[in-house]
């Protein structure tokens, strides 16, 4: 029997490593399933289908609108990165906070925990602050983007209500439970519920024990910006593709997209599949619309890593020495 027990945790760990490599591999089944018919009647391949819409678009204007975009969100990541941890952690200046969140993008292509890894070693050597403490406050920054993706999911499901596919008009029924979940966990960590719980002593939920309401707010506020700039950006480069959207309708998608952005595979294949489930009609131009936008933020975030890596790696590893 002990022979075999390490077999069980091994499976899981190959299991985890396996699994979005499954998603991505399911996703790009499904993209092109629902390509093949349209490429064929046209008499062609689907990587034909696909060059086809490639070979349109006007590269020039889309990097004008994704370059700076890019840029922007980096500057706003940044600023809730240094405002949560100035809360929770450390008093550290916003200057500091670049080179290093800019590096941990670079790890981020592969896998995010190793860019919050970063950022734990980060302030370990510099400011002495325990690993744990930064997990708590990466995992209240996650929290609160749950939240205000949902909330202007439901504010653009709202404005656009009768353009949106049916099953978008389940969002305020999301968002009610989602408030109803925040106010539980809220009460519960100022101690109104379960007093006697002492789950809310784990050092990972550090963050929650002391954020109030102006914490969540403030960094729902700070983060929206960064929407915003994502709405007005996306819906002209998907004209650029040859798909007009107006930044309302957009305000109700890119949200959910955002949703299947986060989960985790390569190439963020379930985020394409939502451009196509989203726009069916269009299947060529919204998976390579999908593919090109959420791939080339990565990359691009990991070359603005690059340049910050030399001082981030002295600000880490001379602290370290010092």
Known sequence: MTESQPEAPAKAQLGKRLLPWIITIGCFAFLYSRMIGPAAREGLSVPAYLGGVFSEVSWVSWLALMIPYSLVFFLIDSLVVWRVINWFNARVSYADILPVRASTY????????????????????????????????????????????????????????????????????????????????????????????????????????????????????????ALLAAVFVYSRALALFGVEISSLQMLGYLPVIFFGAAVPGPFRAVAISLWVILFPEHPA????????????????NAAIGLIFLRRANREIFGAASA
């Open 285 to 300: 131009q919204m998976a390579a619309f999908g593919l090109v936008q959420h791939n080339f933020f990565i990359f691009f």
């Open 106 to 225: 670079i790890l981020s292509i592969l896998n995010e925990q190793l860019g919050k890894g970063a950022m734990a070693v980060y302030l370990n050597r510099r400011e002495g602050v325990p690993g744990w403490k930064l997990g708590s406050s990466m995992l209240f920054i996650m929290i609160c983007e749950v939240y205000y993706l949902c909330a202007w999911a439901n504010v653009g499901a709202a404005m656009q209500w009768d353009a949106l596919p049916e099953l978008f008009h389940w969002l305020p029924v999301m968002g009610l439970v989602m408030l109803a979940l925040f106010a539980v966990g809220y009460l519960y960590f100022r101690g109104v519920i379960l007093p006697a719980s002492g789950l809310r002593d784990a050092h990972i939920l550090d963050s929650f024990r002391q954020a109030r309401l102006r914490h969540y707010l403030i960094t729902i506020l700070f983060r929206s910006p």
